[in-house]
């Protein structure tokens, strides 16, 4: 299921897994990847723990346990996925690997399914400072989760 929703990716209570393209330099230097890096350091810290460069990487995701406990017997659960689905650098030139985002994708699907949680991304993902066609990854959403009960939260930023 894809619920498209105005909101904050990063602060959005209804989402345990929240996923941003990672590429594969250890870079989190813009867009929601620096927000990420600011706001959850863990997931640059596992970001790190990867091989510099390493295209093997493209189509896997490291995930960061950023669970916040509300009392003695209820956690939050959340977690940071760093998308490795970025084939290199360089501003607005199509860097986006969608064979990886499907890949990824299909993978993350499975884990929500198996645990009932509900993965959010930003809108446009891949294809903002990454150059990606959001028309081809909002696709490969479709084929993915339309008809999963796995929500999908395709969040537009609105503070």
């Not at 870079?27 to 091989?51: N, R, W």
């Not at 939050?76 to 969608?98: H, K, L, P, W």
Request: hydrophobic share 35%.
């Amino acid at each position: 299921m894809i619920i498209q929703k105005d909101g904050n990716l990063l602060t959005e209570p209804n989402i345990n897994i929240i996923c941003h393209q990672a590429n594969l330099f250890h870079t989190f230097g813009a867009g929601i990847a620096a927000q990420i890096k600011k706001l959850y350091p863990k997931a640059y810290e596992a970001d790190c723990k990867t091989v510099y460069g390493d295209k093997e990487k493209l189509g896997t995701y490291s995930l960061v346990d950023i669970s916040t406990k509300l009392d003695s017997l209820f956690s939050e659960i959340r977690y940071v996925a760093n998308c490795y689905t970025q084939n290199s650098m360089g501003a607005f030139a199509d860097n986006t690997n969608y064979d990886a985002i499907e890949k990824l994708f299909t993978n993350l699907h499975s884990f929500a399914l198996n645990n009932n949680y509900t993965i959010g991304v930003p809108h446009c993902y891949g294809s903002g400072i990454s150059g990606g066609d959001w028309t081809k990854v909002y696709a490969i959403f479709e084929k993915i989760f339309k008809d999963s009960p796995v929500k999908l939260l395709i969040m537009k930023y609105a503070p």
